[in-house]
């Protein structure tokens, strides 16, 4: 059976000191679900550190980024072999923050996603429309557009989770109705199944993020196609974070 993900990305926040005092205690809290995974994506500095105390355990570690050579003369940037070396399970590829502040474009998201596989980590896809887009009817011209160009010649489909990030709902408090999301996880789980076939679109994880909370946890967690959530804001909070693991 195909397990949920509950992932937390912390964005640029907590020092290494304060990212150890946090997964001890949710090492404490939380417990090896049978039927969910946990996933923590601190900032980089954090990754290491993190990585000696989750050793062996139930919780999954996570990178925010990634570039998508292994090595040479790119000054400020870290290779997915770096990040296999010290434990990294995944990395959250295109999120809206990297594609709006940083200039990311599908092409080389696309170019990540490769190489990440290559290295034996699994990539974790985020998608998603502007309110612009949304409010003119073009969220799923958007959602295709996006998958197309971030899965050329990509094969490795059953390794990818596909993250639906509505840039409206990001940070915002704003968070899409639960039937707003499954409309979208059932496209993409439609177009996925297209190109790559029924099986493999039935097995791989399609999950939500946007202002998920302890509020809106367990509706989200209700619909068919939503198999997990990206959570940012609430994640930093260990009493909400454990809460939206413990989803009902
Ligand atoms: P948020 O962020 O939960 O703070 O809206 C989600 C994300 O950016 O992944």
């Known amino acids: 059976m195909k397990k949920t993900l509950i992932a937390g990305n912390w964005k640029m926040n907590k020092t290494p000191t304060e990212s150890i005092t946090f997964v001890k205690d949710l090492l404490e809290r939380t417990k090896n679900y049978n039927d969910r995974d946990i996933l923590i994506c601190p900032p980089f500095t954090s990754l290491y550190p993190i990585s000696t105390v989750l050793k062996n355990t139930f919780l999954f570690l996570g990178a925010q980024n990634v570039f998508y050579e292994e090595k040479g003369a790119f000054t400020g940037e870290i290779s997915p072999l770096m990040l296999k070396d010290i434990g990294v399970d995944f990395?959250?590829?295109?999120?809206?923050?990297?594609?709006?502040?940083?200039g990311e474009t599908d092409e080389i998201i696309n170019k990540?996603?490769?190489k990440v596989v290559q290295n034996g980590i699994n990539p974790i896809l985020c998608i998603g429309e502007k309110l612009e887009e949304r409010e003119t009817g073009k969220t799923f011209e958007i959602i295709k557009k996006q998958l197309e160009n971030c899965l050329i010649d990509f094969e490795d489909i059953e390794k990818l989770t596909i993250a639906y990030e509505p840039i409206?709902?990001?940070g915002t408090g704003k968070n899409a109705t639960p039937q707003q999301v499954e409309e979208v996880h059932t496209f993409i789980r439609n177009w996925v199944g297209k190109k790559y076939g029924q099986n493999i679109s039935d097995s791989i994880r399609v999950i939500y993020g946007g202002s998920v909370s302890p509020e809106n946890i367990d509706d989200l967690m209700k619909e068919?196609?939503?198999d997990g959530v990206l959570v940012g804001g609430a994640s930093l909070d260990i009493d909400k974070f454990s809460r939206i693991i413990d989803y009902k």
Do not use: Q
């Not at 959250?92 to 709006?100: F, L, P, Q, T, Y």
């Open 91 to 102: 990395v959250i590829c295109g999120h809206s923050e990297r594609r709006n502040i940083f």
């Open 224 to 226: 068919k196609d939503i």
């Open 112 to 114: 990540k996603i490769k």
């Open 168 to 170: 409206w709902a990001i």
